[in-house]
């Protein structure tokens, strides 16, 4: 596992992939009204005409004008085989209705063919407005007009009600008048096709387990494969360096769990399930490496090498007593920390064996092939902010047999000049909603 990490990502990407139900498109296909047109209605379903979208955008300005709550009423024509609370609730996330840190938005969205209609209500207002209360506007006397084709006037009168009432809780009137003449209805368009069968509504705290046992899983491999070199590995400080490294795997699930967190959150899911989940599965994974590495250290305490002659627990020579089995380079190796030698032996057969282990503390010395290169660097000249500096590398074998030596010099870049960054004109920015939240509180009802 260690040694092919980028493998290792590729595959949580794809069981990613895997285990992520798809997602209807349609939430990410209506139009932000407040950007294309400046209004706060946006006719998608095709089902009010021009003067019902100015009606109703007016409720919606005096509203926001006098309350600074923000209303979106949005029709479409059909929810994509998404449910009208998942379609609503991916809508008002990607507007943002309501000021922001007030949360004080609301959403009426009507789906012209799957015959449903929603009053999605922010963060901020779910006190001034509950569940119940929504349901009562809607039913007032929107549902009886739209149940009758008239799209326009229902969704004045929701419109209306509902801002009534918001005003109300602020201790605000609103001078919302019926129109002398109600104007002609739209014909609605028909339906280019019959709905879609409901999908089964997509379920963030399944899919966050879904995530956090993969993670585990992965996890629990790599412990497994851990263990399985460790048994397999010759000598003390072969199994050292397995007992005591971090491997790659803890690494991979802390970015399996990141990437993991934001598609969840990406696809709409609620901030603290796939937080909770991403954060227990790599810690469980990370404290599970600990245990085992503490483990797997305590049984080296104990370990023999078994001789490759008689199978007999070898005898290890101690560090202080070892010198006399070694060469002048090994010796040389072991000081500068490039490699540690092991000698063992047998007591019953009398049989020798020594190990090498690398520790990577010295470079491969070019001339002999010893790992007993160091280097050293100094700087010659500082580097300003006008001009670059130079510093001396010096590699040194401590081969004594070998005498390799060798001194260059490079250059540093100069030191980049921190100042502000260099003016730029404003660039426009479209008219947009004010960064609200909603809390998936609201009403819906079938016409």
């Known amino acids: 596992m260690n040694g092919k ?3 290792c990502i590729w595959l949580l990407l794809a069981l990613g992939a895997i285990l992520l139900p798809l997602q209807g498109e349609k939430p990410e296909e209506v139009l932000n009204p407040r950007k294309t047109s400046g209004s706060y209605v946006a006719d998608g379903g095709g089902v009010l005409g021009p ?10 300005r005096e509203l926001q004008a006098k309350t600074t709550a923000e209303m979106a009423v949005v029709t479409v024509g059909d929810l994509g085989g998404l449910e009208i609370e998942e379609f609503a ?38 006190a001034d407005i509950p569940d119940a209360l929504a349901s009562r506007l809607l039913e007032r006397e929107a549902l009886a007009h739209l149940r009758a084709g008239r799209f326009g006037r229902g969704l004045f009168l929701a419109a209306r009600d509902i801002a009534v009432q918001t005003a109300g809780a602020a201790g605000v009137t609103l001078a919302i008048a019926e129109p002398a003449a109600w104007p002609t209805e739209v014909r609605p368009p028909k339906p280019g096709k019959s709905p879609q069968p409901k999908k089964k509504k997509w379920d963030p705290l399944r899919s966050s387990l879904y995530f956090g046992g993969g993670i585990l899983a992965f996890a629990l491999l790599a412990s ?44 709409g899911g609620k901030f603290l399930t796939p937080f909770v989940a991403m954060l227990a599965a790599p810690g469980a994974a990370t404290f599970a490496r600990l245990f085992t590495g503490r483990i797997l250290k305590r049984r080296l305490a104990s370990y023999r090498l078994p001789c490759a002659k008689c199978g007999a627990a070898m005898d290890m020579v101690e560090d202080g007593e070892d010198e006399k089995f070694l060469t002048e380079e090994q010796a040389a190796e072991e000081k500068a920390g490039g490699m540690d030698y092991e000698f063992w032996h047998c007591p019953k057969c009398g049989a020798e064996e020594s190990l090498a282990v690398k520790l990577g503390k010295a470079g491969v010395c070019p001339q002999c092939k010893r790992r007993t290169l160091t280097s050293t660097t100094e700087t010659v000249t500082a580097a300003t902010k006008e001009q670059g500096g130079k510093t001396r590398v010096k590699e040194t074998c401590l081969n004594p047999k070998c005498g390799y030596s060798r001194t260059r010099e490079q250059d540093t870049p100069r030191i980049a000049a921190a100042g502000p960054p260099a003016p730029s004109s404003p660039r426009p920015r479209p008219p947009s909603f004010g960064g609200g939240r909603s809390g998936g509180g609201g009403s819906s009802k079938r016409f």
Do not use: M, Q
């Not at 003067?51 to 007016?58: A, K, M, P, R, T």
């Not at 590995?233 to 990141?258: E, F, K, N, Q, Y």
């Open 89 to 126: 609730e991916k809508v008002f996330r990607r507007f943002a209705i309501g000021a922001k840190g007030r949360d004080n938005g609301l959403l009426l969205i009507c789906s012209r063919d799957d015959r449903f209609v929603r009053l999605e209500v922010g963060y901020g207002l779910e």
């Open 224 to 267: 497994v494969l851990t263990l399985r070199r460790y048994e397999k590995a010759r000598g003390r400080a072969a199994r050292a360096r397995i007992a005591g490294g971090t491997p790659a795997s803890v690494v991979l699930a802390w970015i399996a769990a990141a990437i993991s967190f934001f598609l969840i959150l990406g696809f």
């Open 51 to 60: 003067e019902y979208v100015g009606l109703i955008d007016g409720i919606c």
């Open 5 to 7: 990490p980028l493998h």
